[in-house]
């Protein structure tokens, strides 16, 4: 048996989400199938994390169990075949030492988010950004995000469906960049929670739009209430960037 890890960019529009499922297309279940399909295997893919319907991944980190020999580069080349016409590529692939998880072995995690600032509609860009058509102060929105990093409890932040065991996470970074009428939000964390991301970046939208100020953020945080979140951002423009495993 060997163990691969994968590196995995994908477009989430067609998709119910990463974790395999019932009812819909799966970014999981594509990967696993096209594995059948060349091993006769009914391997299990495990990710460094889950992503929601619609939400997009970079650079997204896997790994799975074969018992076929088959060399990396082999596997990688016949994994493309085997997943197209699906948007999912497998970027790389290497062997790893059977204790490597691709979820359990991770030390942190790095999103982005990106809106496009304009009032015409995306053509090109469709589902792959968030169209606000509000003119954004993006220096308002990077300092209201300070208040966010570090320790604290985000249950503000959290959908009602996270399972997480607890609220409490540390975000290691919230930067808001801005580069014409492109505004890219960065977060990294070790962990997040359910809807965070989408959660602070909606908050920071209305920041950014003026109906929120600084202090409004900050007392959304320590409301710990669902209830008094603003707004949560779609999943258009999320994009699961890397992560970390400390090597």
Not at 177 to 195: M, P, V, W
Request: net charge neutral; proline share 4%; charged share 20%.
């Amino acid at each position: 048996m060997t163990r691969f890890a994968f590196t995995v960019e994908f477009d989430g529009r067609p998709f119910m989400g990463w974790q395999r499922q019932a009812h819909g297309a799966s970014v999981q279940g594509a990967i696993e199938r096209a594995i059948h399909a060349i091993t006769g295997e009914a391997a299990v893919v495990h990710a460094a994390g889950r992503t929601d319907a619609g939400v997009h991944g970079i650079a997204m980190r896997a790994h799975a169990d074969i018992e076929r020999p088959i060399a990396p580069f082999r596997l990688m080349e016949a994994l493309n075949a085997r997943l197209r016409p699906d948007p999912v590529a497998i970027l790389d692939c290497a062997v790893v030492p059977g204790d490597w998880h691709a979820r359990f072995s991770c030390v942190g995690r790095s999103y982005v988010y990106r809106i496009v600032n304009r009032r015409a509609p995306l053509t090109h860009e469709a589902g792959l950004a968030w169209r606000v058509i509000q003119p954004l102060d993006a220096a308002a929105m990077q300092d209201a995000a300070q208040h966010l990093v570090g320790l604290h409890d985000f249950t503000t932040f959290r959908s009602a469906h996270c399972q997480s065991a607890s609220p409490v996470k540390t975000l290691d970074r919230l930067e808001v960049e801005r580069d014409g009428n492109r505004i890219a939000i960065h977060a990294a964390a070790r962990s997040f929670l359910h809807h965070q991301v989408r959660s602070m970046v909606g908050c920071l939208a209305l920041v950014g739009m003026g109906k929120w100020s600084g202090a409004d953020m900050k007392a959304a945080l320590e409301a710990k209430d669902r209830a008094a979140l603003g707004l949560n951002a779609p999943p258009d423009g999320l994009y699961f960037v890397a992560a970390d495993y400390g090597d």
